[in-house]
Nanobody
Framework: QVQVVESGGGLVQPGGSLRLSCVAS???????MGWFRRAPGSQREFVAAITTTGLSTDYGDSVKGRFTISRDNALKTVYLQMDFLKPEDTALYYCNGIRWSTKVPLFDSWGRGAQVTVFS
């Protein structure tokens, strides 16, 4: 079972940027990968997904045009570049494998997540 560790979260003002990283314990080259987030009192939300080769990506409507997902299979790492951050982006961000057609998580194991807080 692949395990992941997220990092790169922090405090940022609206309009700012952060880059999250997700390092896996084993090869991820066979898996589409994705980012999800959960805000306090809310359900988990799909944020972004990337195919095994990185040639195709998909984004949740609320982050399109602002976030960019990428991956480096040799480093077993997935990234999420977040620009033009808004207060409503405040959440705990997780990465996981993802089922491309349904955008649901693939792995049973979750990391601790990376906290992103956008404040005025």
């Amino acid at each position: 079972q692949v395990q992941v560790v997220e990092s790169g979260g922090g405090l940022v003002q609206p309009g700012g940027s952060l880059r999250l990283s997700c390092v896996a314990s084993a090869s991820i080259e066979l898996y589409p990968m994705g980012w999800f987030r959960r805000a306090p009192g809310s359900q988990r939300e799909f944020v972004a997904a990337i195919t095994t080769t990185g040639l195709s990506t998909d984004y949740g409507d609320s982050v399109k045009g602002r976030f960019t997902i990428s991956r480096d299979n040799a480093l077993k790492t997935v990234y999420l570049q977040m620009d033009f951050l808004k207060p409503e982006d405040t959440a705990l961000y997780y990465c996981n494998g993802i089922r491309w057609s349904t955008k649901v998580p693939l792995f049973d194991s979750w990391g601790r997540g990376a906290q992103v807080t956008v404040f005025s």
